[in-house]
């Protein structure tokens, strides 16, 4: 039997370039609290394990400690904000759509496996006009369980109609390398996105620069996990 072949994508720095509008409703939500806006360049790299976590990392930088109430307060107004403001500024990365024809052509289907919470996810896919290509779109929320465990991603395959053994992850963070290995897949790393540790010391299967590389990294993945 032939499996149907999938390919997994994290969203925020591997699929869209998501950073201009959440460190804008980062800042939105920390000028409200007088707290001096946080440059672009630098706070990109706190992107990446969901809402609550990139402000808790804002609030650190700044070296402002508060509790947990309100943390939840200026969570619900970054949500709020960000949901308004979500493609005012983000944009897939480019060369991706051509690469997903590429793919798509070749029998692939497609998922996002993602932090972010599903309803904001499909909110950004569907204004930027992307969400018809996926198979699956999960976030956290979900399935009740975050990257690295692999469990969101087993059952995101399985929302896809795929089978985790014909699966390759891509991403550009720990959280997407960890989740793949814990699920025994494969995994791409794509150098344009959003960490704290290079992505090439993550040491994921390929690594690529641009998403006009991602159809042959994919391919020769495949064809690895096809010999014997």
Known sequence: MILPRT???DLDGTLVDTAPDLI???????????????????????????????????LEV??????????????????????????????????LEAALDDLGAQGYRFA????????????????????RRFSAICGADTFGVAKPDPVILQQTVARAGGHIAATIMVGDAGPDIGVARRAGIPVIGVEFGYTDVPI?????????????????????????????
């Open 200 to 228: 090439a010391d993550l040491k994921p299967d390929r690594l690529i620069g641009h998403m006009r590389d991602l159809a042959d990294a994919v391919n020769s993945l495949g064809q690895a996990a096809a010999r014997p």
């Open 62 to 95: 700044e070296g402002v400690a508060m509790g947990v109430a309100d943390i939840d307060r200026l969570m619900r107004d970054f949500i709020d904000y960000y949901a308004a403001h979500i493609a005012d500024a983000s944009r897939p990365f480019e060369g």
């Open 7 to 9: 390919v997994v994508f």
């Open 112 to 131: 996002v496996c993602t932090n972010k919470l599903e309803w904001l996810s499909k909110r950004l896919l569907d204004q930027l006009g992307l969400s």
């Open 24 to 58: 804008a409703a980062l800042n939105f939500v920390l000028g409200r609290e007088g707290i001096a806006p946080l440059p672009l360049h630098s706070a990109r790299n706190m992107i990446g394990a969901g809402a609550r976590k990139l402000i808790e990392r804002g």
